[in-house]
């Protein structure tokens, strides 16, 4: 009998290959690209950051003024004005313009070390202000106090000081005018900033009972802070760093500053913004020796003292009028000493060269009993 064939058992099927492991994934292509893509891109950097600082050197070594190219605010505005309207992003304008800030002044100080003044301490607005203008690599030198921001450039010991002048919901910062009146020192440039007051501290904010800052940054909060924190006790200290470093060191302490201060001091932002004004704007005055040279879009500000009589600021007002020119601040200062009378600051639009900003100042001379132009500079826009 024949016996029956043994049936074959089905091959097993071979086993697909594992796409994991086979070939990368969509995201891992991805990130490798992009990995390789950042590498290169990095490389072109450094590479078009010295070009760009070696062209700099060139303009710099070449100019017949080397004083004059390392500072020129108005070639400096017009500059990041022009890189933010060709800013397509992602990064925001203002990264743009504080990287290229930062090449400008690494290679303007690599020329000539510019020595700069200003109200401290470190990461106050008037160092915010400072760093706006003239970079991290300037020699940034912080004192206690304006006056001795004046006598530092007055002496020598620097080439240019930062002060505030005034504020948009304060007004006039008076140590900053009473230093004009005293010193034979010159505006020759402006920064406007935008200021934003934040509450930083280490407590939750119902475990506050103490805000410290300085008076300015109190009164531009003095609404929210009555508002939101009726229980502390407010308490007025000479810089908004100083506030902060109370606020890392003294249990239920909250500072009123700027953000900046937060990171350098490690403290926590308990609230934003909380300035009254949210359009709140201080404007620094660079004092130094440098005069700024006429662009078409300028400021001049005065020193004047006149008669003390009635109509004597009508007159001089009116010269302002009958020259069709703008003015854009006056403040008054009165007379220190036994003297009755006022010193008003004003500023116009304008330059000191234009002919008719010269024509009226001729005629405000024939009628002062003092007047001294405290400069021509080019006009800032506000920034953050």
Partial sequence: MASKPVPKKPAKPSPAPNSAKAAPSS?????ANAEAEVAKLDQEIVKLIN????????????????????YDPRNDDDLYAKLESENQGPLPGRTIRGVFRHILSAVRNQARVQRVAYLGPAFSFSHMAAIERFGESADLIPVNTIPAVFEEVNRGHADFGVVPIENSTDGRIIDTLDMFTRLPLRICGEIQLAIHHNLLGRAARGDINEV???PQALSQCRDWLSRNMPQARLIEVTSTSTAAQLARDKPGAAAVAGKQAAVEYGLQVLAENIEDNKSNVTRFAVIGDRPASTTGRDRTSLLLQIPHRPGSLSDALTIFKQSKLNLTWIESFPLRGPETGYIFFLDC???VKDAKVKRALEDLAKMAVRMEVLGSYPKSD???
């Fill in 212 to 214: 410290y800052s300085k």
């Fill in 382 to 384: 506000p920034v953050e």
């Fill in 51 to 70: 070009r760009r600082a070696a062209a700099t050197v060139k303009l710099i070594e070449a100019a017949p003024d080397r004083k004059a190219i390392i």
């Fill in 27 to 31: 995201a891992a292509k991805v990130a």
């Fill in 349 to 351: 639009e304008g330059h």
